[in-house]
């Protein structure tokens, strides 16, 4: 099918703004990924065509034909800038971006972690990307990798056509692995007279989750439950398929030993019950996901089980008796290619240099990093379009890290990975022996090191959207 533009947006004449530099970049994926691409090189003055297939075709785990929809959970995990997520957070707003700008404007009570109104942050972006005079939105099913600059943002539910000319073009099959979803409950059909409001060591607001605790004989029959229960067939091609360790189905984390879940998804540690002052045997944490605390999430309870071994299941928790499932755990195939094996520092396809890939495509995991991947694509390509060439990104910096691993792992040892403090280089400079203050020091470094590589670059500095896009973003979600 060919390319339609976007619902309510009229094809855009030729641009005659001094501002536009001459060449135009193909951005294929309105994921977290490719908007941060497309945005990054509308602000650097180039003009931007961003190709989405959805709703024109939808995939297993998108709802919505919103630009930027988040599938997998709400949150984008820890705020705190000594946590390596939480130092690439605060290198992207440096950065100028707007998927952390309008992550800020639909934040939600976490904890101190940043979690978002996934409908108002889709609705944010959706606006800020069709309102922007530099970029085109059009809505097609992308067959055949376009011509010209173009970066490949698809992320890991690529198109079955799309997949096998990237297949065709890389000379080997892609990899994959499976990643899951979990469920959502309504809120006016929970028992909270069973449970009690509190963040772990009182984190945030000190009340942000909602905690259904279990005694050790709930907590015993719950997991055998999970052991039990049915579970969605895989299909023969996919049984090899590997889950991504980050992110395991509950029934699978459950058959690692009754005590698995003790010490992850259900740690009761932190949490002590507020009605009696007692830390439970395990807790199960509910997480909202929207602003106004109709819908909730269970944390960490993805699950592949089936929608009415789910209902059975998860009725089990205590204060779930009667939940009602506003969306049910999933299950869905990732895709992600061999980074250290095709492409080179700057994101680039090593024989297809004119395309490059971002977002989780590349083989980064988790809302963040996609976007981060995204943002650093879509100043690299600028950078060629201005003439030059960026200077690589500093390996002690979040952003650094992260190509560190895309590009100098092993390739027979690349595996999806979540940003880390142990994929950064060492900083050049000597740091605090206690751990609390090294990290500090490292992050500190880190921030005016990625400020000081963005100045370096031929491009204009990047906008005020850290202090100025939460305001915008707001006014654009309601």
Known sequence: MACQALPGLEARPEMTDPEVRAAAVTVVGGGLGGCEAAWQLAEAGFSVRLLEMRP?????????????????????????????????????????????????????????????????????????????????????????????????????????????????????????FFDAIAPVVAADSLDTSRLYAASRYGKGGGDDYLNAPLEREEYL?????????????????????????????????????????????????????????????????????????????????QTRMTFEAQRRV????????????????????????????????????????????????????????????????????ACELAGGEAVPVPGWTAHGGLLRHLTERPPHRFQPANVAWGLMADPPLPLPGAKRKRRAAAAAFALAEIQRWRASLPLPPPPRLAAEGQERCEGDAT
């Open 56 to 176: 024109t075709t939808t995939t297993a785990a998108h709802r919505t034909g919103d630009l930027a929809e988040l599938v997998c959970s709400n949150s984008f995990r820890s705020d705190n800038p000594e946590n390596a997520v939480g130092l690439l957070k605060r290198e992207m707003e440096v950065l100028g971006s707007l998927v952390m700008a309008c992550a800020r404007a639909a934040a939600l009570p976490a904890g101190d972690a940043l979690a978002v109104d996934r409908t108002r942050f889709a609705a944010a972006v959706t606006h800020r990307i069709a309102a922007h005079p530099r970029i085109t939105v059009e809505r097609c099913e992308v067959e055949t990798i376009p011509a010209g600059p173009v970066i490949l943002a698809t992320g890991p539910l690529t198109s079955a056509a799309l997949h096998r000319q990237l297949e065709s073009l890389l000379g080997e099959g892609s990899l994959a």
């Open 221 to 301: 029959a719950f997991v055998a439950a999970l052991r039990a229960a049915d579970r969605l067939p895989l299909h023969a091609a996919d049984r090899e398929v590997p889950y991504f360790e980050g992110c395991l189905p509950i029934e699978v984390m459950a058959e690692r030993g009754p005590d698995t879940l003790r010490f992850g998804p259900m740690k009761p540690v932190g949490l002590p019950d507020p009605r009696s002052g007692r830390v439970p045997y395990a807790v199960v944490q509910l997480r909202r996901d929207d602003l106004a605390a109709s819908q909730w999430n269970l944390v960490g309870f």
């Open 314 to 381: 998860f009725r089990l928790i205590p204060g779930l008796e009667n939940a009602r499932f506003v969306r049910f755990g999933t299950l869905h195939r990732n895709t992600f290619v061999c980074a250290p094996r095709h492409l080179d520092r700057f994101l680039r396809v090593r024989n297809h240099p004119a395309l490059r890939l971002a977002g989780q495509l590349t083989g980064v995991e988790g809302y963040v990093e996609s976007a981060a991947i995204g943002l650093l694509a879509g100043l690299f390509t």
